[in-house]
């Protein structure tokens, strides 16, 4: 089965009439070409984009047909001007590593193909490829080829997934973030901290050098602290993340975000959360000893108003409380 | 960075499948520094396979050798009952690398390939024989303090940052590799070059070459191990000289020693003249202070780092004294 | 008064802060935002000749790529813009990282990678980057911001000359960067002719100002956000080319834009400590007595901009000498403009206070006793004696709690297994500012109170201490009150550096809470439905959010009633003026020191200040524990290192420069001398205080290395190779 889906961003100047034209177009598509077999159009609801459609294509052949049919092309010819960007995936359960690569490259082709010329002249001709900013082929299954899957075997279905993605394309990435599931559309060089900031518009989490120097973007993923700069979000498939902003529950804080208060922990707050997050870790890996080893496993965090003292302070005192 | 592709790849196999027959590709683990290599223009790929579903991230221990898989994680080796007890050296190298945060993205493999921090290195609008050959190397005039002090030349005097390749140099571990080519195994020793007039050429790895293994032989000598490392602040910072050493001896007489220094040489530095100096001998002030200057002997400094040829004799005699408990 | 001044009140945005719920510039929501970056140049000296923009304009996402033809003709503004040119005005080239194409995309990765996907080329001049290089080319440069540079008490070569103890020494720090952990961030909104900047800035209300001037536009048509600032120590006080250049994008594109600069763009777009040479000259009499000081500073200018930011001020105030001369030169460089870092005076300090040290070895007096000797009593700014100095205190509470009386001045002779113990001290002190300074304060139908102040809160706990002085003069519960800080919306107050924040905006927010207060009470007793109707003003008190008719407390109302019935909101400003002036301390340092490897660590620092009344304990102590531990990276490792032939920053980023880390940190015991000044009575006796602290630690730690090990150290940082 191959899965083909699009995101669509329309321009900002189109009326709402406009937009419907244009998803009409794309359920036509889904009610009329033969080898779909199940389609979905509409609003997407996770904040990420705002209109999207899947389509459930039954093989390669009916893959081929989806992309060449007429009735695609119309779609093309109504929708594109309209759109600012598309995002545009395929996904397959088909075990074949070779499958993945052919969708791809029927994929290419069709993006050469010039869209049949629009019927007002003053609009400039559009390929998809004009529009289409984004691809991802994503071919689940393929890992299962492989020996070593066992030993790194993966908690989640989306983690197992093995996919490859062109350049320049994006791919959706599946993360759970302070205990609710999100996904995203990214190309794979965005790190999970601009993910997290830019995306996800959890903003807790700071950018202080973005290259791993002073820990401000320390979040932890799977329970572990890391530096969300140093990490593409592409390599976080299925991981669960907690930034500062997961930590307190409801009205009530974390002991040590009630131990940073007490302590005066913090001055101007920009590293505060890479501090906190990454004393969380601290105290669960048991690096609370001494003051001197909480200096050293706090190292990692720079803090440029150097609330030090205090932060060792509080780290020790939350250390108890979490400990009790 | 440049928009780049991904795959993650399913075996090793794959990997190294994968990346002969994409161009201008790469491997990623833990990405901590390949990411800021990317930044920094230092490195360009269009294409990352991302290694950490190859199953090959186990530290297992047996009769003899102790196997660190190419992805085991920074922080797992360090805290591996079997390394802290057999291999000290590993472990405290480990714990002085980086942050606890990168400890647990990094992997062994991606530590061992890391590149130099050498400023000019890593500033794309600087010369840079290593990263653009025949540009020029502007530390040998310029801000040289990081810098070798043994195995450069007029082409490149750039020290390799990693601790743990400066404790596997000493313990004469061995790299798995698998390539195109199929596997093959380099001892460490020849795993660094040195830059002579091809600085851009850091390993013996070939291309599409992938390390899938980290072996160190089971030695009684890699038991009576330490790291010491010596920086400009107390800690979370690269050496400015280190030194890897273990030592056994039988009553005061050295029976076997292993030494290899950080920050001093262009590649993880042991020099056997310095341990043979040793061997044999009595543990005194006298022959450690013998073996270093037989270390330095060679020894070329620059304006910046000329205390090293002082600093990096004074850390054996340190270093020794402790693990021979002469003081 | 419920007596909240003067307590360590927990931070009151302390839950925003730790939640991460505290929006800092970068972290505003802007619809429709694009993103920005910067394309620096890689000369140092010369000029643009072509910039080829197609590859970055062919990367999908990207909008446009602006160069010096595109860019809107500015005016150049003055202070607090403090380089003389706008980049991307014309073609020409003044250092090393200095803007000459403005990105535009959609995405931050876009961006980024279009930035490098410019391709420049450039006709290049040779720089000038090494001070050492152009030493004999010193000048004395004009007078900056009002101030002179050569500044003559008395007749300090004729004293010199005469004198029967001399010290002559030189002293040398390098170029520093200030590195705050949020980068500088501007992200620009036009609607119609009307400007809203989101702006790391340690003053909404210059940075307004500075914008409107370069745009030709009504500073009323310009608004600047900066709620919470993730640290600056300067790096943010004055305003910076970014955001002229976001500004001016935003314009061109027709679209908000967000810039952050990178890490290593921050080392050459918002100033640094300037390196310096100085030379100083003692003399003192047998006894200890200070007859002469000539300070003669080299720092490093730029070939356009002669600005001194690290004045001599404690040569010229801090001990009782009749001879002093100073002299504050400086040389041209191709580098960028330097500026103000947090406690700039600490520069000259650390000569001085090292000299001292060096004076009190040569005369066999011990350090304390010296600076006792030649302790100042009479403030230079009046010529009067001092109302509120409280110094020598200082001296013996930091001594006595150091236990300084232990020390064997003799260096070398203090040991601890195969360390060297070494014991230094040296005085702190700084000076501060006041800029005129207005703010709001309303009384709700809730009888809840809102103070608005376009100050900001920078870390130093402004939301904090300001909510407490307006507690207080209200007599209401501090949970009852609200600061609004960090928007050009508010009224004008200061600029949060050079110490001013405290003298200058205290003053004003007591003056509203009062006549806020005084209003409400008029309201009550002028209401029959009060049961306070018809008590004398005068006999009315506040306390805990209600008011009492004094000697019969069970006729009382709340703020709230009084405000319910009014029906109308109490809205009233304050302001008033305070002077400059300084504040001052000691600090006491123990190093341990293996020279075996030139291994140091400061071990135990004790402090004692005179910040005259002290308005929170807790945010006053983090003023200490962070001045000490800059002191520490400036004594010890921070530099920014500049390649001798290109000019560029080699070490532009956190893992080349140096700053402290956790396990740096010494234990530090705060000491306060806590009594109002009645200088600065308008700010409820309190001074500017947040940079003296650390301005003695530099020195003290040399004095300290020199007690330890007899090697005396002059050229920070004391780097491992030093203490071989």
Request: charged share 25%; net charge neutral.
């Given at each position: 089965m191959?899965?083909?889906g699009s ?7 189109t009326?709402p ?5 244009a998803?009409d177009?794309?359920r036509e598509?889904g ?9 979905a159009v509409g609003?997407?609801?996770s904040g990420e ?9 039954e093989?390669?052949?009916?893959y ?7 009735a695609?092309?119309?779609a093309d010819?109504i929708?594109?001007?309209l759109?600012?960007?598309i ?5 397959t359960d ?5 499958t993945?690569?052919?969708i791809?490259?029927l ?7 010039p869209?049949?010329p629009d019927?007002l002249?003053?609009?400039p001709a559009h390929t998809?490829r004009?529009?289409l900013?984004?691809i991802a ?15 790194a075997?993966?908690?989640?279905a989306a983690?197992?997934q093995a996919?490859?993605?062109a ?5 959706e990435v599946?993360?759970t973030?302070?205990g609710q ?7 794979p060089?965005v790190t999970?901290l601009?993910a997290?900031r ?5 903003t807790?989490t700071?950018k202080g ?5 002073c820990?401000?973007?320390t ?10 700069c140093?990490?593409?979000a592409?390599?976080?498939?299925g991981a669960e993340?907690?930034?500062v902003?997961?930590l307190a529950?409801g009205?009530?804080l974390?002991p040590?975000?009630e ?8 001055q101007?707050?920009a590293?505060t959360p890479?501090?906190?997050?990454s004393?969380?870790?601290?105290i ?5 000893g ?6 050293e496993?706090?190292?990692g965090?720079?803090?440029r ?5 205090n932060?060792?302070?509080a780290?020790?005192?939350?250390a108890k409380?979490?400990?009790? | 960075m440049r928009?780049?592709?991904y795959t993650?790849?399913?075996?090793p196999?794959?990997a190294?499948?994968i990346?002969?027959r ?7 683990a ?5 990411l800021n290599?990317?930044r920094d ?8 396979i991302?290694v ?7 530290v ?11 992805t085991a994680?920074?922080r797992?080796?360090?805290e591996?009952?079997a390394v ?10 480990l714990?002085?690398?980086?942050s606890?945060?990168?400890r647990n993205?990094?992997s062994i ?8 921090r050498?400023?000019y290195?890593?500033?794309?609008a600087?010369?840079?024989n290593k990263r ?5 190397c ?6 040289n ?5 043994l ?6 005097i750039a020290t390799?940052?990693s601790?743990l390749a400066?404790?596997?140099t000493a313990?004469?571990a061995t ?11 380099v001892?460490?020793?020849?795993f ?6 091809t600085?851009e050429q850091?390993?013996?790895m070939?291309p599409g070459?992938l390390i899938t293994?980290v072996d160190?032989p089971?030695t009684?000598?890699?038991g009576?191990?330490?790291?010491l490392k010596?920086?400009?602040r107390a800690?979370f910072?690269f050496a400015?000289v280190?030194?890897?050493a273990?030592?056994?001896t039988?009553?005061?007489?050295v ?7 950080g ?7 042991r ?7 040793l061997?044999?001998r ?9 073996a270093?200057?037989l270390?330095?002997?060679d020894?070329?400094?620059y304006e910046?780092?000329?205390?090293k040829?002082e600093l990096?004799?004074?850390a054996?005699?340190s270093?020794?004294?402790?693990l021979g408990?002469?003081? | 008064m419920?007596?909240?001044v003067g307590?360590g ?9 730790v ?8 972290d505003s929501?802007v ?5 920005g ?5 890689t000369?140092a000296?010369g ?14 996402g ?6 010096h ?5 500015l005016?150049?503004p003055?202070?607090p813009?403090n380089?003389?040119?706008?980049p991307m005005q014309d073609?020409?080239?003044h ?6 194409a ?5 995405t ?8 490098n ?8 001049e ?11 080319e010193a000048f004395?440069?004009?007078?900056f911001?009002n101030?002179?540079n050569?500044i003559a008490r008395?007749?300090a070569a004729a004293a010199?000359?005469?004198a ?7 002293y040398?720090?390098?170029m520093?960067h200030h590195?705050p952990i949020?980068?500088?961030t ?5 609607d119609?002719?009307t ?11 210059f940075?307004?100002?500075?914008v409107?001037h370069a745009f030709g536009m ?12 993730g ?11 970014h ?10 594109a ?7 600069l990178?890490?290593?763009?921050m ?8 390196e310096y040479?100085?030379?100083l000259?003692?003399?003192?009499t ?5 007859t002469a000081i ?9 070939r356009?901009?002669e600005?001194?930011y690290n004045?001599?001020?404690s040569t010229?105030?801090?001990y009782?000498?009749?001879?002093v001369?100073?002299r504050?030169m ?6 960028p403009t330097s ?8 520069t000259?300090?650390?000569g001085l206070e090292t000299?001292m040290d060096?004076l009190?070895?040569e005369?066999?007096?011990d350090?304390v ?10 403030n230079?700014r ?9 110094l020598?205190?200082?001296?013996r509470?930091?001594?006595?709690a ?20 070494g014991?230094?001290?040296?005085t ?6 006041w800029?005129?300074?207005e ?8 009888g809840r109170a809102t103070?608005?102040?376009?100050t900001?809160e ?7 201490v300001?909510?407490?002085v307006?507690?207080d003069?209200l ?14 919306t508010?009224?004008s107050a200061?600029?949060s550096?050079g110490?001013s924040t ?7 927010v007591?003056?509203?809470?009062r006549?806020?207060r005084?209003?409400v009470?008029?309201l009550?007793v002028a ?11 005068e006999q ?5 959010g209600r008011?009492f008719?004094?000697g019969?407390l069970?006729?009382r109302?709340?703020?709230r ?5 009014h029906?109308?909101?109490?809205e009233?400003?304050?302001?008033g ?10 600090v006491?340092v123990?190093v341990?020191?293996?020279p ?6 400061v ?20 003023q200490?524990?962070?001045g000490?531990t800059w002191g520490i990276g400036?004594?010890l490792?921070e530099h920014t290192?500049v ?6 920053v080699?070490?532009p980023?956190?893992s080349g420069y ?5 396990a740096?940190?010494p ?5 306060f001398?806590d ?7 308008i700010?409820?006796?309190?001074r500017?205080f947040?940079e003296?602290p650390g ?13 330890a090990?007899?090697?005396r150290?002059r ?6 190779d030093?203490l071989l």
């Amino acid at each position: 089965m191959i899965y083909h889906g699009s995101r669509l961003t329309f321009k900002a100047d189109t009326t709402p009439r406009q937009r419907m034209e244009a998803l009409d177009s794309l359920r036509e598509q889904g009610r009329t070409i033969p080898s779909v077999r199940s389609f979905a159009v509409g609003r997407d609801h996770s904040g990420e984009y705002e209109w999207g459609a899947i389509f459930v294509i039954e093989d390669l052949d009916g893959y081929r047909e989806f992309l060449t049919h007429p009735a695609r092309r119309r779609a093309d010819r109504i929708a594109l001007p309209l759109v600012e960007d598309i995002v545009s995936f395929d996904l397959t359960d088909d075990t074949d590593p070779e499958t993945g690569a052919k969708i791809a490259e029927l994929r290419r082709l069709l993006l050469e193909a010039p869209v049949e010329p629009d019927p007002l002249p003053d609009r400039p001709a559009h390929t998809r490829r004009t529009v289409l900013k984004a691809i991802a082929v994503t071919a689940a299954g393929t890992a299962a080829a492989g020996t070593g899957v066992a030993a790194a075997a993966p908690r989640t279905a989306a983690a197992a997934q093995a996919y490859a993605v062109a350049p320049g394309a994006s791919v959706e990435v599946a993360m759970t973030v302070n205990g609710q599931p999100r996904k995203i559309v990214l190309e794979p060089r965005v790190t999970l901290l601009d993910a997290l900031r830019e995306r996800l518009g959890l903003t807790g989490t700071k950018k202080g050098c973005d290259r791993g120097e002073c820990g401000a973007c320390t979040v932890l993923v799977d329970g572990e602290r890391v530096k969300s700069c140093l990490t593409l979000a592409v390599m976080r498939q299925g991981a669960e993340v907690t930034t500062v902003e997961g930590l307190a529950r409801g009205e009530e804080l974390h002991p040590v975000q009630e131990a940073f208060i007490r302590n005066d922990a913090f001055q101007c707050g920009a590293c505060t959360p890479g501090q906190i997050m990454s004393a969380v870790a601290c105290i669960n890996e048991g690096h609370t000893g001494s003051e001197a080893e909480i200096r050293e496993w706090m190292s990692g965090n720079l803090c440029r108003c150097a609330a030090y003292q205090n932060i060792v302070a509080a780290v020790a005192d939350a250390a108890k409380e979490v400990r009790r | 960075m440049r928009a780049f592709g991904y795959t993650v790849a399913g075996s090793p196999a794959e990997a190294v499948r994968i990346a002969a027959r994409t161009p201008d590709s790469t491997f990623v683990a833990g990405g901590t520094d390949l990411l800021n290599l990317m930044r920094d223009g230092a490195e360009a790929h269009d294409h990352l396979i991302d290694v950490n579903r190859l199953g090959i991230g186990e530290v297992a221990l047996d009769r003899r050798r102790l196997r660190l898989g190419a992805t085991a994680r920074m922080r797992r080796v360090a805290e591996h009952p079997a390394v802290r007890r057999e291999f000290p050296v590993l472990s405290e190298a480990l714990l002085a690398s980086a942050s606890p945060q990168v400890r647990n993205m990094a992997s062994i493999g991606g530590n061992l390939l890391q590149r130099t921090r050498c400023g000019y290195f890593r500033d794309s609008a600087s010369p840079c024989n290593k990263r653009v050959p025949g540009s020029g190397c502007p530390a040998i005039t310029g801000h040289n303090r990081g810098h070798a002090i043994l195995g450069g030349g007029d082409h490149c005097i750039a020290t390799h940052p990693s601790d743990l390749a400066v404790a596997l140099t000493a313990l004469d571990a061995t790299v798995g590799l698998l390539g195109p080519g199929g596997e093959r195994a380099v001892p460490i020793a020849d795993f660094y070059l040195l830059p002579g007039s091809t600085p851009e050429q850091e390993t013996a790895m070939r291309p599409g070459e992938l390390i899938t293994w980290v072996d160190v032989p089971r030695t009684s000598v890699a038991g009576h191990s330490r790291y010491l490392k010596l920086r400009d602040r107390a800690t979370f910072e690269f050496a400015v000289v280190s030194v890897a050493a273990a030592l056994r001896t039988r009553g005061r007489v050295v029976q076997d020693v292993r030494l290899a220094f950080g920050g001093v040489g262009t590649r993880p530095w042991r020099d056997l003249r310095v341990e043979a100096a040793l061997r044999g001998r009595p543990l005194t002030g006298q022959a450690i202070a013998e073996a270093g200057r037989l270390l330095v002997a060679d020894a070329k400094p620059y304006e910046g780092n000329r205390f090293k040829v002082e600093l990096v004799q004074r850390a054996l005699v340190s270093i020794l004294s402790d693990l021979g408990g002469l003081r | 008064m419920s007596g909240l001044v003067g307590q360590g009140v927990a931070r009151v945005d302390g839950r925003a802060k730790v939640t991460g719920a505290a929006r800092y510039a970068a972290d505003s929501e802007v619809p429709g935002v694009l993103h920005g970056f910067l394309v620096m140049s890689t000369i140092a000296r010369g000029e643009v000749v072509e910039i080829d923009t197609s590859q970055a304009l062919a990367h999908p996402g990207v909008v446009a790529v602006y160069t010096h033809r595109d860019m809107p003709r500015l005016v150049l503004p003055d202070f607090p813009y403090n380089r003389r040119f706008i980049p991307m005005q014309d073609a020409r080239v003044h250092h090393n990282g200095q803007p000459v194409a403005y990105v535009v995309a959609q995405t931050l990765e876009q961006a980024q990678e279009a930035a490098n996907l410019v391709k420049v080329r450039y006709r290049a001049e040779a720089p000038v980057a090494r001070m050492e290089d152009v030493l004999d080319e010193a000048f004395l440069p004009d007078m900056f911001r009002n101030r002179p540079n050569e500044i003559a008490r008395g007749d300090a070569a004729a004293a010199l000359e005469r004198a029967e103890v001399r010290i002559d020494r030189t002293y040398s720090s390098p170029m520093q960067h200030h590195n705050p952990i949020e980068p500088h961030t501007s992200t620009a909104v036009w609607d119609g002719d009307t400007l809203t900047l989101y702006e790391s800035t340690q003053g909404v209300v210059f940075t307004r100002n500075v914008v409107a001037h370069a745009f030709g536009m009504g500073r009323d048509k310009v608004r600047v956000i900066s709620p919470y600032l993730g640290g600056g120590f300067g790096a943010k006080g004055p305003t910076y080319p970014h955001t002229l250049l976001t500004a001016a994008a935003a314009r061109l594109a027709g679209r908000p834009v967000k810039l952050v600069l990178s890490r290593a763009q921050m080392y050459t777009s918002n100033g640094h400590r300037a390196e310096y040479r100085r030379r100083l000259q003692l003399g003192a009499t047998r006894q200890g007595v200070l007859t002469a000081i000539v300070d003669t500073s080299t720092a490093q200018l730029t070939r356009i901009d002669e600005g001194i930011y690290n004045g001599s001020d404690s040569t010229l105030h801090l001990y009782a000498c009749p001879n002093v001369h100073v002299r504050q030169m400086g040389v041209r460089l191709d580098l960028p403009t330097s500026s103000y870092m947090r406690s700039p005076e600490t520069t000259a300090h650390f000569g001085l206070e090292t000299a001292m040290d060096e004076l009190s070895y040569e005369l066999g007096i011990d350090p304390v006793e010296l600076r006792i000797l030649n302790h100042n009593t009479v403030n230079p700014r009046t010529g009067a004696a001092y109302a509120g100095k409280h110094l020598l205190e200082c001296y013996r509470a930091a001594a006595e709690a150091f236990g300084w009386a232990r020390r064997h001045p003799r260096p070398g002779t203090m040991r601890d297994g195969d360390e060297y113990v070494g014991w230094g001290m040296a005085t702190e002190t700084h000076t501060y500012g006041w800029i005129e300074s207005e703010v709001g304060l309303t009384i709700g139908l809730d009888g809840r109170a809102t103070l608005r102040a376009a100050t900001q809160e920078i870390g130093t706990g402004t939301y904090t201490v300001l909510s407490q002085v307006v507690a207080d003069e209200l007599g209401m519960p501090l949970d009852q009150v609200t600061t609004l800080l960090g928007d050009t919306t508010y009224p004008s107050a200061s600029l949060s550096a050079g110490s001013s924040t405290m003298p200058s905006v205290v003053g004003p927010v007591a003056q509203a809470a009062r006549s806020a207060r005084e209003a409400v009470i008029a309201l009550a007793v002028a209401d029959p439905r009060s049961p306070l109707h018809g008590v004398p003003a005068e006999q009315v008190v506040a306390e805990g959010g209600r008011l009492f008719a004094r000697g019969d407390l069970g006729r009382r109302e709340g703020y709230r009633d009084v405000m319910a019935r009014h029906g109308r909101a109490v809205e009233v400003l304050g302001r008033g003026p305070n002077t400059p002036g300084h504040s001052f301390g000691a600090v006491f340092v123990e190093v341990r020191i293996q020279p075996r490897l030139g291994r140091l660590r400061v071990s135990r620092v004790v402090t004692a200040h005179d910040p005259g009344r002290v308005l929170n304990r807790r945010t006053a102590r983090g003023q200490v524990i962070g001045g000490v531990t800059w002191g520490i990276g400036f004594a010890l490792m921070e530099h920014t290192l500049v390649d001798p032939d290109t000019a560029r920053v080699v070490n532009p980023n956190l893992s080349g420069y140096l700053v402290p880390v956790c396990a740096d940190a010494p234990p530090v015991e705060a000491l306060f001398v806590d009594r109002p000044d009645p200088e600065s009575e308008i700010a409820l006796g309190a001074r500017g205080f947040g940079e003296t602290p650390g301005t003695g630690v530099p020195a003290a730690i040399g004095n300290a290395i020199y007690h330890a090990i007899g090697r005396r150290l002059r050229d920070v940082p004391f780097t491992r190779d030093k203490l071989l």
